[in-house]
């Protein structure tokens, strides 16, 4: 219905438009005409057209459309939160009529406004709260870091996040092997350390005598206590066994729920986005988005994809049915996460054959295949979208195998979207243009992972992992984003590392598995227009272009300019602004 009524939406203004076109008779919605300098003197130019007023025109631009590359034009014109006109230097004195406005950019560049298609803006928003251990050397600098921030800490649970194993200098870079060297800092406070990937967490003894955790207890479905070889649980919990502590942590209150989603927002945009794709909101955090939202303009739209962990709010939700467009076309709710495994750094993800590095193991799926079917028919009856983290080929053949079940039983399931589309068997890779399917992948995952992701695989499954350009030669439609807190929020670190598959100090040389490196347009297309398809929007948004909305991102060069020539420049970019409908964001107030 929704997808409808939006297209229906972008067809009534458009018959307006086009009616003001007839009457001004200046520009043409053809995005090629328009392009073209105006010919001849014309009798009521949209420049003093009063139905058009008040115009704003941003100029001293490089203007970089997501589909035709930089432009000709320097200049574009902007009457109620659309884009009317692309303009030429030459043209600009026209424009100078009373009531319109002039913008100077000064020689920055602008692109569509960016769009993260896979990111968590609460869990974002609530890092500065979390004791971080990304940085952690090794197991031992880990705990020390805990100790010292125990000199000032007074909660009732210790809760960190972001240690990653595999960064760990010397010899141990393997998961903790018991939780006793955690327990001798923390002591009786239970602690709950969560992986980088949010996959896994170390707790405490403390934590796991709260969970009930013994030798004894069995693996719940979709998750493991790993144990070591006494059959002692190591404080390691996997995907759903995670659950089994977390679960005693007093929630989040809605003042703290409230502040993570501001901070959360405030940081998207700061980073030059103009959209998020949330990946999976809970009861909590879609009340402290809405609530937000009907506080002040959002920072960035969201496009919320439900989470499934309550299963009471999420039926709540479904008979709602899809809502686009709310508070001002800032919120869309009209999607919903599902699971199929876990990730591959813990060794979560669900694999055809065994991990190259632990032959025992195959990984493990969250959900199970006929519950996950169960879930994306009743959220495909209720209209929403359907969004499965799949990373693993055996995940991802099991959900675009389930896609494809409910499109050939005609089941209302348009554009459902693979969330990571990391490892995917060769004979799968094709399938998800035939299907329609969209890839919704995260370029920085790539060059987070590449320093194990062959280990974890061997060489031969690396043909079809984080395979960008061959799934795009393939036709899918390719929607990027960070995953963000688990990398960074920063698009422009994406842009570079789909461009480089490189490390941010240029490592490797040429980058890894090279071939399947985007040019500087793809990967904006996929930061872009991509990330509109996935959320039904490219109507609306995705390009610099007459009858597109004004979302845009300012920046201080042209990253399509820079990936051919000095890709590193992409990182030092800085975001002058983001517009969204034309109007200039301004953070919310924290
Ligand atoms: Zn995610």
């Known amino acids: 219905m929704s997808e ?3 297209i229906r939406g972008a067809f009534g203004f458009l018959y307006i438009l086009i009616a003001i076109v007839a009457v001004g008779g200046l520009f043409s919605l053809d995005q090629e005409a328009s392009s073209r300098p105006t010919p001849g003197p014309k009798k009521r130019p949209a420049r003093l057209n009063p139905a058009l007023a008040p115009i704003t025109i941003l100029h001293g631009a490089v203007l970089v459309d997501s589909i035709r590359g930089r432009l000709p034009q320097t200049a574009l014109a902007i009457s109620k939160g659309r884009i009317i006109a ?5 043209e600009l004195e026209t424009w100078r009529v009373a009531g319109n406005r002039f913008v100077d950019l000064g020689g920055a560049t602008v692109v569509p406004g960016l769009v993260d298609a896979h990111a968590h803006i609460a869990g974002l928003g609530a890092q500065s709260e979390l ?7 090794d197991i031992f600098d ?8 125990l000199v000032t800490f007074k909660g009732a649970w210790l809760l960190g996040r972001g240690w990653d194993q595999s960064k760990w200098t010397g010899p141990r870079r393997t998961l903790p092997s018991s939780p006793r060297m955690l327990d001798q800092v923390t002591r009786e406070l239970p602690s709950f350390l969560v992986r980088v990937d949010g996959h896994a967490a170390w707790a405490n003894s403390a934590a796991l005598a709260r969970a009930g955790i013994v030798a004894s207890t069995p693996d719940p479905k979709g998750g493991k206590i790993l144990r070591d070889s006494q059959g002692q ?64 303009p959002l920072p960035i739209r969201v496009y919320v994809m439900l989470g499934t962990g309550d299963a009471a709010f999420l039926d709540q939700q479904l008979a709602l049915g899809p809502r686009v467009g709310l508070h001002g076309d800032r919120v869309t709710i009209r999607a919903v996460k599902l699971f199929q495994d876990g990730a591959m750094g813990s060794r979560g993800a669900a694999l055809l054959q065994p991990y190259s590095d632990a032959k025992d193991s195959r ?21 929403f979208q359907l969004c ?21 039983a005609g089941i209302r399931a348009a554009r459902p979207r693979l969330e990571h589309a990391q490892v995917l068997s060769p004979e799968d890779l094709p399938r998800l243009a035939k299907l329609g399917i969209i890839a919704s992948m995260q370029p920085t995952h790539a060059t987070s992972d590449m320093r194990w992701a062959e280990a974890r695989l061997g060489s031969a499954r690396l043909f079809g992992a984080y395979a960008w350009q061959r799934l795009r030669q393939s036709g899918a439609v390719l929607a990027f984003g960070s995953d963000a807190p688990v990398e960074p929020i920063d698009p422009l670190q994406g842009l570079y590392a ?39 929007e490219e109507q609306e948004r995705g390009r610099i272009a007459p009858g597109q909305l004004a979302d845009l991102t300012v920046l201080s060069g042209d990253p399509v300019a820079l990936a051919a020539r000095q890709p590193q420049g992409i990182l030092g970019l800085r975001v002058a602004a983001t517009y969204i409908r034309g109007e200039l964001v301004k953070p919310l107030a924290e």
């Open 388 to 408: 499965t983290h799949a990373i693993g080929d055996r995940a991802n053949r099991l959900v675009i195998d389930l896609y494809q079940r409910l499109l050939s």
């Open 498 to 536: 789909a461009v480089t598959r490189q490390s941010k100090a240029g490592e490797p040389t040429g980058g890894w598995l090279p071939e399947q490196r985007l040019s500087g347009l793809q990967a904006l297309a996929a930061f872009t227009r991509g990330a509109a398809v996935a959320s039904f």
């Open 4 to 6: 409808q009524k939006s």
């Open 131 to 137: 004791l971080q251990l990304g940085d952690a050397e």
């Open 363 to 383: 990984g493990l799926l969250v959900t199970a295949p006929a519950e996950l079917e169960a879930r994306a028919k009743k959220a495909a009856a209720a209209g």
């Open 86 to 90: 692309l303009l030429r230097d030459s």
């Open 142 to 149: 880990l705990c020390a870091r805990v100790e010292s921030h």
């Open 233 to 296: 649980a190591t404080g390691v919990l996997l995907d759903t066994a995670m659950s089994l502590v977390s679960r005693h942590i007093p929630t989040k209150d809605a003042a703290a729920a409230k502040r993570h989603m501001l901070q959360g927002l405030n940081a998207a945009a700061k980073a030059g986005l103009t959209t998020v794709h949330d990946a999976g909101m809970g009861r909590g955090e879609l009340a402290a988005l809405l609530q937000l939202a009907a506080e002040a």
